[in-house]
């Protein structure tokens, strides 16, 4: 059913079947389960990570539903849990368009969205109402600051949108890997995380908010390796946990007719190095903190090898555009299968790490 839907939308730009598509879900939620059936997830798959349990382990990652609009609708996908976003303090339009861009052969995506949101009140507000009907999924707000705000103040622009948005979060997503927003990724360092963190902790603690941070693939290894480290020896690593990657802004062999336009690539062509920087972060905190392996997750074997790498968790955004909403169900399913295949009776086991705190 959803390849006759394709069709129809990939006729249309990218960004304006974006739109029809959360303007669909938003109005009709239940149209998202004309594409799926019910997910029957094992305890193979449960999980109890930094207080919160997900039944199983895909998630959907931030970027596709920047303003919370459409939550009760990737319930009924089957995600085990939603991160919304990027939210800025303020509300900003992004980049002029066209600004994301079909590589169909590729089975890939590039953005340079620039955080167009409706910013941190008015989603604050959204998410106020949706919880007087509350769903079972997690919910994760990924914040990150305004493309005005100089990166000496970005700490203010993390904290205010925090301010407006913890109440109705399950965990927080710091944005600093963006390649979209000028002079973002300059943030990614150990000393300015800490930092940060030290500066969201008053009301992070008050919301006893998991913080993941969110890497960029482009970093080189030796400095994925000192931010890990460093989070994992440092006073929040028990409540913190990394997702890897962002999009990258690399170009590897694409065919794709918009291969050479600028912004952060996703989808296929990231999944080799975000797995690698898994692995790498993986190892260089000691598999001490919890691990979202994001990028280039299609299949139930693409998860799989970023869990066997040290991920905990996944998310999914490309496949979703290419494969549509039953991808979720077929990784879940899948998933189950191959860890039941090599004897592992946990995500926890077969990824090598202690998330049950």
Known sequence: MYSAVRSILFRLSAERAHEWTLALLRSVPVAASWFTGPIQASERLSQTILGLHFPHPVGLAAGLDKNGVA????????????????????????????RLFRLIEDEALINRMGFNNEGAMAVAKRLARARQKPTRVVLGINIGKNKDTPNARAHEDYLAALAHTAPFADY?????????????????????????????????????????????PDLADAEIE??????????????????????????????????????????????????EVVRIAARASRRQLPII???????????????RNGASLVQIYTALIYRGPGVVKEIVHGLDALLARDGFASIRQAAGVDVER
């Not at 319930?75 to 992004?94: A, L, N, Y």
């Not at 299609?298 to 998860?303: K, L, V, Y």
């Open 172 to 216: 927080l997503t710091i944005n600093i890997s963006s390649p979209n927003t000028p002079g973002l990724r300059d943030l990614q360092s150990e000393a300015f995380i800490l930092e940060l963190l030290h500066a969201l902790e008053p009301i992070r603690s008050q919301y006893r908010l998991p913080v993941w941070v969110k890497l960029a």
């Open 293 to 307: 392996g994001s990028g280039g997750v299609f299949t139930a074997e693409d998860a799989y090898e970023k869990i």
């Open 71 to 98: 939550i009760p609708a990737w319930h009924r996908v089957g995600f085990s849990f939603v991160e919304i976003g990027t939210v800025t303090p303020r509300p900003q339009p992004g980049n002029p368009k066209p």
């Open 226 to 275: 000192r931010i890990a480290g460093a989070l994992a020896e440092s006073r929040f690593r028990e409540h913190l946990g990394l997702i890897c990657t962002n999009t990258t802004v690399q170009r590897p062999k694409l065919s794709g007719r918009f291969q050479h336009e600028a912004g952060g690539l996703s989808g296929r062509p990231l999944a080799a190095r975000s797995t």
